[in-house]
């Protein structure tokens, strides 16, 4: 997903579901604050990814929680 012009970062994790167990989640960082339409992500990730790889949402954050080292913090993710 940051290969998309829009997408500055981007991290992928599972939230629970009552339905399916987990569900895909996608934080995303737009660049330069640009709002970004979702479904253009989804279409984007659909194209590359295969179906079940694909987020079923989209949130947007002004950034993604990092250690100083740079390595994501999953655990604050969710």
């Known amino acids: 997903m ?3 012009p829009e997408i500055l970062d981007a ?5 629970p579901d009552s339905e399916w167990g987990e ?3 996608a934080t995303v960082v737009a660049r330069d604050r640009i709002a970004v339409d979702p479904d253009e992500l ?3 990730c659909a194209a590359r990814l295969a179906r079940f790889k694909v987020p ?3 949130e ?5 929680p990092r ?3 740079g ?3 999953r655990g604050k993710l969710r």
Do not use: D, P, W, Y
């Open 11 to 15: 991290a992928v994790h599972g939230r």
């Open 23 to 25: 569900v895909i989640i």
């Open 71 to 73: 390595k994501l913090l």
């Open 42 to 44: 989804r279409a984007f």
């Open 2 to 4: 940051t290969g998309h």
């Open 67 to 69: 250690t100083e080292s």
């Open 56 to 58: 079923k949402v989209f």
């Open 60 to 64: 947007f954050a002004e950034q993604l």
